[in-house]
């Protein structure tokens, strides 16, 4: 049997076959939400620790949120999973930017902001499973 390692793509595979793609999205944002406060942390420990779960969490949320997108909006159009994967590359480009700009304006609070926002994507998910129903 072939080994698995977190973050790779039979990670993903298995881990959908068990779970939806929408419950993926939810428990990854979850994981990714809470592990942005350990990040405030002084402590290399802390923020050595929280390495493992940002790239699990990581892992689950947004390859299973690319699929959802490409799955429903296939049929709408093509080009909208292309331009949502353009935003996506782009805001991954001005994120690291912005990052680094608001961590030395305002320090480790930078992360705590980063938890709000990933919490409420995680509420937002939510979403995903009523659509799923329908």
């Known amino acids: 049997m072939k080994e698995l390692h977190i973050g790779s793509l039979p990670f993903i595979k298995v881990s959908a076959k068990k779970i939806s793609e929408e419950k993926l999205v939810i428990v990854g944002s979850l994981i990714l939400g809470t592990n942005f406060i350990l990040f405030v942390s002084n402590n290399i420990v802390s923020v050595g620790g929280a390495v493992i779960p940002f790239v ?4 689950l949320m947004w390859p299973s949120f690319m699929s959802i997108l490409s ?7 093509r080009s909208s999973t292309g331009r949502c994967g353009s935003f996506g590359d782009l805001a991954s480009i001005v994120g690291i930017f912005l990052g680094r700009f608001s961590y030395n304006s305002i320090g480790d609070f930078t992360f705590l902001i980063r938890t709000g926002v990933i919490l409420v994507i995680f509420v937002m998910s939510f979403q995903l499973l009523k659509e799923k129903d329908t």
């Open 56 to 59: 699990v969490g990581n892992g």
């Open 71 to 77: 799955r429903r909006w296939i049929k709408a159009s």
